[in-house]
């Protein structure tokens, strides 16, 4: 027997008992599908921060927001997230405006439920998958050690029929087991760098959309007057 030849991953892959090779094919899934939503995401925010960007460029270019608005609302392009939460703000305001028995304040505060309940979709839409990327990358370590638990078991059980013990018996159902472990690893490590990366840049696009908020909601209140 060639034992270099036994300690291969795909031979130690293959040899592993049917409750570890399952463990295997289950860890593998969740890494494609932990990498799918990786590039996902990464392109999503990527978008999102640079329309974020355009946007506010615009904005505090001193335009007209009448212009603006026809811009959000046109069908030419994709709008932003910030893009999306002022059309529903300036959209508010304009409709609430017209009603002559609100009050300023009752303007403002319509125009600001309406941003803020956008704001919340819009933050639902760039947080989702995130779960999926925490819950892989918290899980996959102990199902991993569970698959390597159960190899070593399995490994010791088949020692018991053989009369002695040697490396040669005892290396290759020991290291099929840490193999389990080790796609564990493989599958969780991405998974909680993404999160933690993706996690951050969303936070700072939630605190850009809320400053956001306040501002024009202050240029809607001076209009007001």
Avoid at 82 to 111: C, H, W, Y
């Amino acid at each position: 027997m060639n034992v270099s030849q036994d300690l291969s991953i795909l031979h130690l892959i293959l040899d592993a008992s049917a409750v570890v090779q399952v463990i295997m094919a289950l860890l593998v899934g969740v890494s494609f599908m932990s990498w799918y939503y990786i590039f996902r995401k990464w392109f999503t925010v990527r978008k999102a921060r640079g329309q974020t960007e355009e946007f506010e460029r615009d904005f505090w270019s001193g335009g007209d927001l009448e212009v603006l608005f026809e811009e959000a609302t046109g069908l030419r392009r994709e709008s932003g997230n910030m893009e999306r939460i002022f059309e529903s703000g300036f959209r508010e305001f304009k409709k609430l405006r017209r009603q002559t028995n609100l009050e300023p304040k009752d303007v403002i505060d319509g125009a600001r439920r309406a941003m803020r309940a956008t704001y919340q979709r819009e933050i639902d839409g760039l947080d989702s998958h995130l779960a999926f990327l925490a819950s892989a990358g918290s899980v996959s370590p102990y199902v991993g050690l569970f698959g390597t638990v159960w190899g070593i078991m399995h490994a010791f059980r088949g020692l018991s029929n053989v009369g002695q013990a040697t490396l040669s018996t005892v290396a290759p159902g020991i290291a099929e087991a840490l193999v389990a472990t080790a796609i564990g690893l493989f599958a969780a490590i991405p998974a909680v760098v993404a999160y933690n990366r993706f996690s951050h840049e969303i936070d700072r696009l939630s605190s850009r959309f809320e400053s956001f908020m306040e501002e024009f909601s202050n240029i809607l209140q001076r209009q007001m007057r």
